[in-house]
């Protein structure tokens, strides 16, 4: 049995930020066009009045203060309403791929590492750019990594879920290596013609190098246990998928074809799941609250990653105990988390543990311990 350990992460931000003011004016624009365009309708009854979006909402209701994109134009122009991005030759690097590539070298070089150390790629995400060929494998095409390389799903949890795949094929001997990447471009998924939810998702990538610990060059933390959970639910679903084409209405611009939530329902099952998750895992583990130095949440709430902090440390966390980048970011889906333990990890000390915990979408929750060497 090897020891699995976090040797590097890296982090590819997007060029453009939409702040929530900018996204409001482009929202109540539309709202507006749609509402004059369709008044016979909504005077009628058949149709409901679209309500302005307000910056306060959306503050008050989220933390999020701005979120990066890829696209800036198509999302912000009220004829359109989502991004713009040109389709790629099949013989250039999808974005996806691109994305993630700039994540993997970041990863790689703070590791000291070059693809030749690399056994594996896992692209784990909340969406895939196409079915077939694994955008995994294009990753590692453009890598030059020998082995071999797999797409993987699981909404929100996809990275931590992707990072106990990669740490069990470690501990079991079967490859040295593997990059957990996690390009997610939530702008294209999401509906910015809802009020209820078109201030929610960024775009990011995150890649994640995990190694067996005696080969790690520098500073690493190692993985000391994983453990994931699902449980059913529609309350966050998306429709989309290759079947779409072959249902009557399947090709129309329907709601369900984009991310659709109970935002309310989900906020209620999944806190209680989630630190429920957390508190017998680190029970099983013999990790008491006093011991935890640090917590990389999921990045979607600040009021649920309050709760969350607070239930599982049994107080209120003190500050950059609980590091939270989803008022820069918004939540980026899988890749929350990981941009979190990227940005908030550097100033631990020897020995120290702490948590990475991922949830959203199936239901799914995936916890990681680690424990910092130097
Ligand atoms: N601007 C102004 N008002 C808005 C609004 C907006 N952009 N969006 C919704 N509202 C209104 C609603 O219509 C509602 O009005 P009503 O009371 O008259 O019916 C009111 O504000 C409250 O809306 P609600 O949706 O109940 O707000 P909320 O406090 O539950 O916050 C979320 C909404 C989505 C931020 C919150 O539910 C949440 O974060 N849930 C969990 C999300 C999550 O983690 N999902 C995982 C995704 S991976």
Redesign the pocket.
Same mark, same amino acid.
């Not at 890296?10 to 929202?27: D, H, K, R």
């Not at 750019?129 to 095409?141: F, K, L, N, T």
């Not at 583990?285 to 440390?313: P, T």
């Given at each position: 049995m090897h020891i699995p350990a976090i040797t590097g992460t890296g982090v590819f931000t997007p060029q453009n930020t939409i702040s929530n003011a900018e996204l409001?004016v482009a929202?109540n624009a539309y709202a507006d066009k749609f509402n004059a365009a369709h008044k016979d309708q909504i005077a009628a009854g058949e149709i409901q009045e679209k309500? @302005? /979006?307000?910056e &306060? #909402? =959306?503050f008050k209701? /989220?933390g999020i203060e701005q979120r990066y994109v890829v696209d800036k134009e198509g999302i912000l122009n009220p004829d359109m309403m989502h991004p713009m991005l040109p389709q790629r030759s099949d013989d250039d690097p999808s974005l996806m791929a691109e994305m993630a590539l700039d994540a993997a070298q970041k990863a790689l070089a703070q590791a000291g590492k070059t693809a030749a150390d690399v056994d594996a790629v896992i692209c784990a995400a909340s969406n895939l750019e196409r079915a077939y060929p694994a955008v995994a494998i294009e990753i590692q095409d453009l890598l030059g990594i020998n082995g071999f390389a797999f797409d993987m799903n699981v909404?929100?949890s996809s990275a931590t879920f992707g990072i106990r795949a990669a740490a069990d094929m470690i501990r079991s001997g079967s490859i040295k290596s593997a990059l957990v990447v996690n390009p997610e471009i939530c702008s294209a998924h999401l509906e910015w013609r809802d009020? &209820?939810? @078109? !201030? =929610?998702f960024g775009d990011v990538a995150t890649a994640t190098l995990i190694e067996r610990a005696e080969n790690a060059s520098g500073p690493y933390f190692e993985i000391k246990s994983t453990r994931c959970a699902t449980d059913f639910s529609n309350n =966050?679903r998306n429709n989309n998928g290759f079947l779409r084409r072959s249902r009557p209405d399947g090709t129309a611009d329907r709601r369900d074809m984009q !991310?659709m939530?109970n935002?309310?329902k989900? #906020?209620k099952e999944?806190l209680p799941m989630v630190s429920t998750h957390i508190a017998d895992h680190m029970s099983d583990e013999g990790v008491q609250a006093s011991d935890l130095k640090r917590l990389w949440l @999921?990045q979607? *709430?600040k /009021?649920?990653n309050d709760f969350i902090g607070k239930k599982v440390l049994g107080r209120s966390p003190e500050a950059g105990e609980q590091p939270n980048i989803l008022q820069d970011y918004a *939540?980026t889906?899988s890749a929350g988390s990981i941009i979190a333990f990227s940005k908030y990890s550097d100033d631990l000390n020897d020995g120290d543990v702490g948590l990475i915990c991922s !949830?959203?979408?199936g239901y799914s929750v995936g916890s990681v311990i680690v424990e910092r060497h130097d």
């Amino acid at each position: 049995m090897h020891i699995p350990a976090i040797t590097g992460t890296g982090v590819f931000t997007p060029q453009n930020t939409i702040s929530n003011a900018e996204l409001v004016v482009a929202f109540n624009a539309y709202a507006d066009k749609f509402n004059a365009a369709h008044k016979d309708q909504i005077a009628a009854g058949e149709i409901q009045e679209k309500p @302005h /979006s307000s910056e &306060d #909402f =959306i503050f008050k209701a /989220s933390g999020i203060e701005q979120r990066y994109v890829v696209d800036k134009e198509g999302i912000l122009n009220p004829d359109m309403m989502h991004p713009m991005l040109p389709q790629r030759s099949d013989d250039d690097p999808s974005l996806m791929a691109e994305m993630a590539l700039d994540a993997a070298q970041k990863a790689l070089a703070q590791a000291g590492k070059t693809a030749a150390d690399v056994d594996a790629v896992i692209c784990a995400a909340s969406n895939l750019e196409r079915a077939y060929p694994a955008v995994a494998i294009e990753i590692q095409d453009l890598l030059g990594i020998n082995g071999f390389a797999f797409d993987m799903n699981v909404a929100c949890s996809s990275a931590t879920f992707g990072i106990r795949a990669a740490a069990d094929m470690i501990r079991s001997g079967s490859i040295k290596s593997a990059l957990v990447v996690n390009p997610e471009i939530c702008s294209a998924h999401l509906e910015w013609r809802d009020r &209820d939810c @078109h !201030f =929610i998702f960024g775009d990011v990538a995150t890649a994640t190098l995990i190694e067996r610990a005696e080969n790690a060059s520098g500073p690493y933390f190692e993985i000391k246990s994983t453990r994931c959970a699902t449980d059913f639910s529609n309350n =966050i679903r998306n429709n989309n998928g290759f079947l779409r084409r072959s249902r009557p209405d399947g090709t129309a611009d329907r709601r369900d074809m984009q !991310f659709m939530q109970n935002g309310r329902k989900v #906020f209620k099952e999944v806190l209680p799941m989630v630190s429920t998750h957390i508190a017998d895992h680190m029970s099983d583990e013999g990790v008491q609250a006093s011991d935890l130095k640090r917590l990389w949440l @999921h990045q979607a *709430n600040k /009021s649920m990653n309050d709760f969350i902090g607070k239930k599982v440390l049994g107080r209120s966390p003190e500050a950059g105990e609980q590091p939270n980048i989803l008022q820069d970011y918004a *939540n980026t889906s899988s890749a929350g988390s990981i941009i979190a333990f990227s940005k908030y990890s550097d100033d631990l000390n020897d020995g120290d543990v702490g948590l990475i915990c991922s !949830f959203g979408a199936g239901y799914s929750v995936g916890s990681v311990i680690v424990e910092r060497h130097d």
